[in-house]
């Protein structure tokens, strides 16, 4: 079943997170104090959050991204993941991950039916990775990479926000990068999500990024595959990896845009940047499938047909990422 927004756009990719909690605390997503926790009962059980993927499933979403905060810190995350790649009709299960956990995880990951992993690695050098995700470790994301690929996943898409004055430098290492790993590098421009002191100056579009490697390489443009999102993919010829640029800010994706989100206590949202949500938690406690396959069909159908994040007079309640999923 094909579900459709009403702006005819083809929706078939749920994002749904399993917590707001992280072992990280990079700047641009989280106060350094981190989120207020919420406690047991504000976040979804597994019973609920698999009560949504199969009434997405359901209506007609065919990919599912598990996301969070940092999904591989909450217990039983893999034997919720066995029991959603297990729904009939899905046909694409998905992890984004800051890779920390990674070396340990990557073989259950696989066994339980995750297909492909997104990593996110903002820096490849240790104190630039150190400062910015305030304490990670990079050498442990790089043994996460390693083992993803040993246990049989195919070489995990690596999402990188690219900041001005803080690892614009390294465009270039990432470029470099796909000479040799297989990886897709995929530039992400960064979001005023928290409007932390001083946002402005980090701002740089995919365009800039783009001239900044075109400016060494020649590139040649990716063929992108059916649930391949929004990015843009390019290569230098002969290289194992692919780069990609996602203009969430600058660009205008939104036309493609084939997303819903559910955050982890519930809250389902059709646009990233928008203030709407829709409080899914009435139609949990109790159970209620038939509602829920009605609410969500409601927020396909009333997906804005573009953000205005870009736009003069723009403006947006402060969120942190952690708590939407990204
Ligand atoms: N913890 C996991 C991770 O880092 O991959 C999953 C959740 S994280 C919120 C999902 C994605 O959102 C990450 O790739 C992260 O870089 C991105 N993100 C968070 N805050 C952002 C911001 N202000 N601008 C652009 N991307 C952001
Ligand atoms: Fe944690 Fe991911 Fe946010 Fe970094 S981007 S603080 S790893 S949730």
């Known amino acids: ?108 990951l ?23 995700t305030r304490g990670g470790d990079l050498n442990m994301v790089l043994a996460g990479l ?4 040993r246990s049989g996943f195919p070489p995990p898409k690596i999402n990188c926000v690219i900041m001005r004055g803080v690892n614009d430098a390294e465009i270039l290492d990432f470029a470099d990068r796909t000479l040799t790993h297989g990886n897709s590098i995929r530039f992400i421009e960064y979001m005023p999500a928290i409007r932390e002191d001083g946002w402005q100056r980090y701002s740089i579009s995919g365009e800039e990024i783009l001239e900044r490697i075109a400016a060494r390489y020649s590139l040649e443009q990716v063929d992108k595959g059916m649930f391949a999102g929004p990015s843009r993919d390019f290569r230098i010829p002969g290289a194992r990896g692919s780069i990609g640029i996602i203009t969430a800010v600058s660009g205008h994706f939104c036309s493609e845009c084939n997303r819903i989100r559910v955050t982890s206590t519930g ?55 952690s708590q939407v999923g990204g």
């Not at 207020?36 to 059980?45: D, E, M, R, T, Y």
């Not at 339980?112 to 910015?132: E, M, P, Y």
């Not at 390693?146 to 690929?149: I, K």
């Open 146 to 149: 390693d083992a993803a690929e």
């Open 267 to 321: 809250q389902a949202k059709g646009c990233l940047f928008s203030d709407e949500k829709t409080d899914l938690v009435p139609f949990l406690r109790p159970p209620d499938p038939a509602g829920l396959a009605q609410v969500l069909k409601y927020i396909v159908s009333s997906k804005p047909e573009r953000h205005g994040i870009s736009g003069d007079g723009y403006i947006h309640t402060n969120f942190t990422m």
């Open 1 to 108: 079943m094909q579900l459709t927004d009403s702006h005819g756009r083809n929706i078939n990719y749920l994002r749904l997170s399993v917590t707001d909690r992280c072992n990280m605390r990079c700047f641009y997503c989280m106060p350094k104090e981190g989120v207020v926790k919420k406690g047991h009962p504000a976040i979804l059980s597994y019973e609920e959050l698999q009560l949504i993927a199969e009434s997405a499933v359901e209506i007609g979403i065919e990919k599912i991204r598990i996301t969070g905060g940092e999904p591989l810190v909450r217990d039983g995350i893999v034997a919720f993941l066995d029991r959603l790649a297990r729904i009939p009709g899905l046909r694409h299960l998905a992890l984004t991950t800051n890779g920390s956990l990674l070396a340990d995880m990557a073989d259950d």
């Open 110 to 132: 696989y066994k339980a039916g995750v297909q492909r992993l997104n990593v996110s690695l903002d820096s490849l050098d240790a104190k630039t990775f150190s400062d910015i």
